[in-house]
């Protein structure tokens, strides 16, 4: 069996996005104005993670038509307005700008480089849920309205997130400029992911393959933590297996022996994003019996404010370490609902910490 490695990679673009046609005729659609050198529809790519977000964009980044000019900005890895646009102009001219140049000589490069190259800007702007509130603003109005910077200069732009409700961050400033189509990217069920997983095996195996017991089992697995991402990681590590023993066939004996460490690698990864304060308030909601956001506050003691400790409950949501819901119950409450067995969780904390 002879295993082609980089399927199995995080940023592998399948040779087919199964289950996706809907949002990428959708993408396609509102991309369509740029072929007549209108400025594209704005969007929102909403979903929780591992539903395909990135891999279509990029897909259709990769595709883009002739006079639209296709940027990728992840914002995970550019985190402030000057590393976001450094990025844009190095996407645009090739080298990284000048050192100490202002951000005001910065933004117009970028703007005069569209307008001279007569092209369409599509900034794809991934992760945006991880900038802050004032930031996702910033950045999304100085695209949209560099027109009025320099004239005819024409941008569109497609915020992907895992928070479903940014668009609720958004100002009154940004929404005179921004009217983003919504695109939702739901969570795959038992069958997509099996399919999946089963077309990334076949991919990713020259003369050899992956039992439908071994499948199963992986599918099971991913479907349990809702988490595709997680899946394919695992069928990676049981693929690498069966080769070390020389095998032709992945059989569910090799997906068992990884399973554990898969899923520590998993958490891990979760909570190598989280700080100290953060991790705090995870145990705390995984060992706590309360389940209302106000109880859990109180019982933290005084140790962080409470705009903080909201702060932090939304990024365990947007990590999908926990889901929260409202409730009424004497005024209208939030609760929390965790998304793991506790066992796991602080099993996984507690060896993340050691
Ligand atoms: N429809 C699909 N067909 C084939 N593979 C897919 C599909 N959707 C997702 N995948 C695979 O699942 C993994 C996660 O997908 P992707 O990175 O696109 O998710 P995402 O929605 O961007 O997640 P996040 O919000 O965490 O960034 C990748 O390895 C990708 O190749
Ligand atoms: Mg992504």
């Known amino acids: 069996m ?22 990428i005729r959708r993408i396609a659609f509102n991309l369509k104005p740029a072929e007549y050198g209108s400025r594209p529809v704005s969007m929102l790519c909403l979903g929780p993670p591992a539903t395909g977000k990135t891999t279509v964009m ?34 645009l001219y090739g080298y990284i700008p000048p050192p100490g140049i202002s951000f005001q000589k910065l933004y117009s490069s970028i703007l005069k480089k569209g307008v001279e190259g007569k092209e369409i800007f599509f900034v794809v702007l991934d992760d945006l849920n991880l900038l802050s509130e004032k930031l996702v603003n910033e950045v999304i109005y100085l695209l949209l309205k560099g027109h009025e910077e320099i004239g005819g200069f024409k941008a569109g732009i497609a915020g992907v997130s895992t928070d479903t409700n940014l668009s609720g961050l958004l100002n009154s400033k940004t929404l005179s400029v921004f009217h983003p189509d919504e695109i939702l990217f739901p969570v795959y069920d038992f069958e997509e992911m099996l399919e999946i997983l089963d077309r990334r095996a076949r991919e990713g195996l020259v003369g050899g393959r992956v039992n439908r017991e071994a499948l199963e089992m992986i599918a099971e697995k991913a479907f349990e933590y809702l988490d595709l991402r997680f899946g394919i990681h695992l069928l990676k590590m049981a693929v690498l297996n069966a080769e070390k023993k020389g095998k032709d ?29 953060e991790v705090d308030v995870l145990i705390h909601i995984y060992t706590s019996r309360s389940r209302f956001t106000g109880d859990l506050y109180r019982e933290m003691g005084r140790k962080m404010g ?39 969780i602080l099993d996984a904390v507690e060896k993340y910490l050691k």
């Open 58 to 91: 990029r897909y259709i980044l990769g595709k883009a038509g002739e006079n639209l000019k296709g940027i990728y900005i992840n914002c995970q890895v550019h985190q402030t307005k000057q590393q976001i646009f450094f990025k844009i102009f190095e996407s």
């Open 249 to 277: 066939t992945v059989g569910a004996d090799d997906v068992e022996e990884v399973a554990e460490s898969s899923r520590d690698v998993f958490f891990r990864k979760m909570l190598s994003s989280l700080s100290r304060d």
């Open 2 to 23: 002879i295993v082609r490695y980089e399927v199995f990679d995080e940023d592998y673009i399948p040779e087919e996005i199964l289950f996706r046609d809907e949002q």
């Open 306 to 344: 409470y705009t903080k400790f909201f702060e932090i409950l939304r990024k365990l949501e947007n990590l999908r370490f926990i889901d929260t819901a409202v409730k009424y119950e004497k005024g209208l409450k939030r609760y929390v609902l965790r998304r793991f067995r506790a066992d796991e």
